[in-house]
């Protein structure tokens, strides 16, 4: 606005004012963020102070003689009247304007930022009609939209949480903190704020526990919620709060009446068909599915999607997500080909939506291409998720949280078909952003770590799959607490290593744990718990306890088969897993129908050339051989073995036990020296497992007694065998 504008008001200050002898003499206009003016504000100006606004809002300012129009300079409110306790500059840096012209200031009620600062935090708070974890850009979008509605332009948001932080209120500064996402300041600032227990001390609280949230603090965030909920149960925002920090927690039970709760409140308060009551549907169905309520979840998770789609249109974003949920939940249940069309349309609403090229494309890419590689459509996975890696890197750029699980992703897929040399460089790329974006002891990081451990054990090198297994489990149970599924998920990892390399005795007492901490979370009847039994059981196989394992691997089967129905790979690992047991116990007739069975399932399911076909041939090779049907048996196992050496490393323990089994084989059938070749070559696969890791694999010691057996059965004399063993670089322990 210029200056010969303002009329008689400009006469008005000329006359109270004397321009400064040597300085200069600018005039300020004193705005709201409607351009309402403001009476009675004092600015200042080292040290120097106007008079207080008039009616239209302006005042004049001497400033220093140095001062020279285009010059930047800060000014302040003049403290101690109550406008200045209660307003505050948006933009306190101005340019000084030449004689005909005015500078605009622009105010805001600190009670308006406070309101403006609630609606962007309950905008990010965590709900499952949301497309995964907020990203930083997703954070700033909001925040930026929040604060358009409240008559901030991205600007002046910019130069406001500066001047808003500018203040001797901890609460505020914190505030400002948590906006700008400096989550630890945050958390100090508002924690001493709490402290004091003010009349707002809900609000402090809500902050203090999104802080912590956000930093993966999540017993900590769930405690200050708590505190909230006390002063003002009714909330449905806190009860959010306290669910989304609750279910990190895995703490089901007390989650569980909280989120019935907030759907009880929302359908009272907002009427049954409101978007807020399909949230809150949302987040119900989530835990329901969690605990393998799946049957309970599909019908919450139906309503959250009409409710969505009547309140949106049938081709709104939101009713995108509300899809994904559905066919995440219709794919854990082995319903891929109901998931698949649900998941096509998602992506599809959201390439209408936001372009081709948006994040939320990337994360609708991802979720069908992670469908696709269950289903052994890996040709068709790919291309997905490296479509959606290219998106988010060129989103977000190369270092961004994002772009890390992508790399997993993709790497993950390319482990599945056998890449591993091209898989490692993502994962290890994905591990240091993810260490750098979150620190290194991040449950994040956890998950990044037992991944490229997973990498290292499927190459055979588990002497360095160890550590980061080890490291992860510290950092899960620093963060979580030691009784979380995630921490089971640990100990089960490392007690499979330990396993692996000839440790039993360290590895029982960790799947133990395991298995306890997984009926404690889940109940009795989740898949995860028929896993952690399937991996004891096969422990207490592997020691020769066979009566105990019996048990607990027909306890699996009866878990996955009702899980998941009767077609499902899980339930082919555990018939696999069951008929190995029957063998080693000689009931042969029972053994081979689950075998056979498990093979047809997995052929079925995941291909001819999978890994885990391999492993059902190799099992039913073994029946076959104990039956006496040599031919077939032998065919059956060179199909396991071609099968395992396109998939691994020629090296690969999985291909010594295929040419172990190959050997015992052609030994049944007569071929002694024919059989040598693939006993000599397994053996020298575990003998360079023993020289990496640093121990026997759990095979070795009766790999190596077959071998005896084979040179016995060749006439050898016992100096002779010690001869071959030794030309083998075997040391007798």
Do not use: C
């Amino acid at each position: 606005m210029r200056r010969q504008m303002l009329g008689g008001i400009g006469l008005l200050l000329g006359a109270a004012t004397v321009l400064a002898a040597t300085g200069t003499q600018i005039l300020l206009e004193a705005r709201d963020l409607k351009n309402h003016p403001l009476a009675g504000f004092r600015f200042a100006y080292e040290e120097v102070k106007s008079k207080p606004t008039n009616r239209a809002g302006a005042t004049e300012l001497d400033l220093p003689p140095q001062q020279r129009t285009g010059h930047q300079i800060k000014i302040q409110l003049v403290p101690g009247s109550k406008q200045a306790d209660e307003w505050f500059l948006v933009n306190p840096e101005v340019n000084i304007p030449n004689e005909s012209e005015s500078a605009a200031v622009v105010l805001m009620r600190r009670n308006d930022f406070r309101q403006f600062a609630a609606a962007a935090r309950d905008a990010t708070r965590p709900a499952a009609l949301r497309s995964g974890e907020l990203t930083a850009e997703d954070r700033k979008r909001v925040l930026l939209d929040t604060a358009a509605r409240y008559g901030l332009t991205a600007e002046q948001l910019e130069t406001a949480l500066r001047s808003f932080a500018d203040t001797h209120d901890p609460k505020d500064k914190g505030i400002a903190a948590y906006l700008e996402g400096q989550y630890p300041k945050a958390e100090d600032l508002l924690d001493k704020a709490a402290e004091k227990k003010e009349s707002d001390l809900v609000d402090t609280l809500n902050y203090l526990a999104a802080t912590q949230y956000k930093q993966a603090k999540y017993k900590a965030a769930a405690d200050s919620v708590r505190k909230a909920l006390a002063l003002r149960d009714e909330d449905v925002g806190l009860m959010s709060w306290l669910a989304a920090s609750l279910l990190e927690l895995a703490d089901w039970t007390e989650a569980e009446p909280l989120m019935r709760r907030a759907l009880a409140i929302a359908d009272k308060s907002f009427g049954r068909d409101h978007p807020e009551v399909a949230v809150a549907l949302n987040n119900l169905a989530e835990l329901l599915q969690a605990t393998n309520r799946t049957a309970e979840a599909e019908p919450l998770m139906r309503r959250a999607l009409a409710i969505t789609e009547k309140s949106f249109g049938t081709e709104n974003p939101t009713v995108a997500i509300a899809l994904n949920n559905l066919a995440d939940l219709l794919q854990a249940t082995n319903r891929l080909a109901e998931a698949e069309p649900l998941m096509r349309r998602a992506l599809a609403i959201t390439e209408k939506s936001f372009g081709s090229e948006h994040p939320k494309v990337a994360i609708r890419l991802i979720n069908l291409a992670q469908l696709l590689q269950e289903t052994n459509r890996l040709s068709e996975a790919e291309p997905l998720m490296r479509r959606a890696l290219t998106i988010d890197e060129k989103s977000f750029g190369t270092e961004h949280p994002t772009v890390a699980i992508d790399l997993n992703n993709l790497a993950d897929l390319l482990g599945a078909t056998n890449r591993f040399a091209e898989a490692e460089p993502l994962m290890r790329r994905a591990l240091a952003i993810t260490e750098k974006s979150f620190g290194t002891e991040h449950p994040k990081v956890a998950n990044r770590l037992n991944n490229l451990a997973g990498l290292l054990w499927d190459t055979n090198r588990l002497a360095e799959a160890e550590p980061l297994m080890r490291h992860a489990l510290t950092i899960d149970e620093r963060s979580f607490g030691t009784e979380h599924p995630d921490v089971a998920r640990d100990l089960n990892n490392l007690a499979q290593l330990l396993q692996r390399t000839n440790r039993s005795a360290e590895a029982e007492p960790l799947m133990r744990r395991a298995l306890t901490i997984v009926e404690k979370s889940f109940g009795t009847g989740h898949p995860t718990v028929a896993s952690r039994l399937n991996n004891l059981a096969q422990l207490l196989q592997a020691t020769n306890r066979l009566t105990e394992a019996e048990p607990l691997m027909r306890r699996a089967l009866s878990i996955d088969e009702k899980s998941f129905g009767p077609e499902h790979p899980n339930v082919a690992r555990d018939l696999n897993n069951l008929a190995g047991l029957l063998k080693d116990t000689n009931r042969f007739a029972e053994a081979e129908p689950l075998v056979r069975r498990a093979l047809s399932i997995d052929e079925k399911s995941l291909g001819q050339e999978h890994p885990n076909v391999a492993r059902d041939l190799g099992t039913l090779a073994h029946v076959l051989q104990a039956t006496k049907r040599l031919a077939e048996a032998e065919a059956t196992v060179r199909r396991a073995l071609a099968i395992d050496e396109k998939s691994f490393e020629p090296e690969h323990p999985n291909v010594a036990r295929d040419l172990d089994t190959l050997a015992q084989v052609l030994q049944a059938k007569g071929s002694l020296a024919e059989a040598g070749l693939p006993m000599r070559r397994a053996l020298a696969i575990l003998l360079e497992f023993e020289r990496r890791t640093g121990y026997k694999h759990a095979t070795q010691a009766k790999t190596l007694t077959h071998y005896r057996q084979l040179l016995e059965k060749t006439g050898r004399s016992g100096a002779a065998i010690e001869a071959t063993l030794e030309a083998l670089e075997w040391s007798p322990s």
